[in-house]
Nanobody, 125 residues
Framework: QVHVVESAGGLVQAGGSLRLSCVAS????????MGWFRQAPGKDREFVAA????????HYADSVKGRFTISRDNVRNLVYLEMNSLKLEDTAVYYC??????????????????WGQGTQVTVSS
C-alpha cells in the first residue's frame, strides 16, 4: 500500500508561479513512476508530467512543456511540480499519482495505482 499526499495548491495570478509537492510513503518497487494529472471543471482528467524513478527521465504534456518542471527527491520519495508562466487554462484540481510497476505508459491514468486527494490550483486574470 502506498499513501500519496500532495501539498496545498493555491490562487495565483496569470503569469505567476506555484510549486506543488507530493510525498509517497509505503512500499514501492524499484521501477515505478510518479506523475501529475489535472482535471478542470467539465473536462476529463489529463496527464501533466511524470518522472520515472529509475533513471529520472521526465515527460510532459505539450500544453505545459517549457513552463512546468517535474523533479524528484530520491531520499524522501518526494516529487515536485514547479509551475511557471501560469495561464488561466491551468486552473484545475491537480493530482499526484504513483505507478508502482512502471511499464512505459506514463501518460495513462489507468496505470497509476495510488492517488492523492487532489489539490486546487486557480489562476486568475
Amino acid at each position: 500500500q502506498v499513501h500519496v499526499v500532495e501539498s496545498a495548491g493555491g490562487l495565483v495570478q496569470a503569469g505567476g508561479s506555484l510549486r506543488l509537492s507530493c510525498v509517497a510513503s509505503g512500499r514501492t518497487s524499484s521501477s515505478y513512476a510518479m506523475g501529475w494529472f489535472r482535471q478542470a471543471p467539465g473536462k476529463d482528467r489529463e496527464f501533466v508530467a511524470a518522472v520515472i524513478w529509475n533513471g529520472g527521465m521526465t515527460h510532459y504534456a505539450d500544453s505545459v512543456k517549457g513552463r512546468f518542471t517535474i523533479s524528484r527527491d530520491n531520499v524522501r520519495n518526494l516529487v515536485y511540480l514547479e509551475m511557471n508562466s501560469l495561464k488561466l487554462e491551468d486552473t484545475a484540481v491537480y493530482y499526484c499519482a504513483v505507478d508502482t510497476d512502471y511499464l512505459g505508459s506514463y501518460f495513462i491514468d489507468d496505470y497509476y495505482d495510488f492517488w492523492g486527494q487532489g489539490t486546487q490550483v486557480t489562476v486568475s486574470s
